[in-house]
């Protein structure tokens, strides 16, 4: 009877060990594949302070700048982006959103290149008084933003 309780505590040991290492590989696998899908939020100042890597793909923020957008041939589009206090050129091929305005907040995927912001994908925003979060929180860091909702509505 002694020999069996050693056997059942030896196999459960194994399970344990087995399910701990199993656990160990899925989160790796699982960090692997999203490495890669992690895409970092910046403020235009903090792209020109802290410069990302080469061929780093991330999320730029802010508001595009009064008179800077200019349509070309195509469907590519260059234009500033600005947190209020910096200001960084972008270059988009493809058709930009209906409510993307000068003035209005957007968030753009991409990459620097040659000190040029090259989007793969432009966000606007979706009505009036949205603004991103992100956007906001970088033009707050900056004093550059003051929240017009009144208590209540």
Known sequence: MAGLKG???TRRIQIIAVAFVALALS???IG???RDG???FRSPTQVTTEPPRPGEVFRLGGLVSTGSLVRGQGSTSTFSVTDTKT???VRYTGVLP???AEGAGMVGLGQMQDGTFIATEILAKHDETYMPKEVIDA???QGMYKDTKTPGS
Do not use: S
């Open 7 to 9: 056997l059942k505590k």
């Open 27 to 29: 989160t790796a696998l």
């Open 32 to 34: 692997y594949a999203m």
């Open 38 to 40: 992690i895409n970092y």
């Open 87 to 89: 200001t960084v050129p």
């Open 98 to 100: 209906d409510l993307f």
């Open 139 to 141: 033009l707050k860091a």
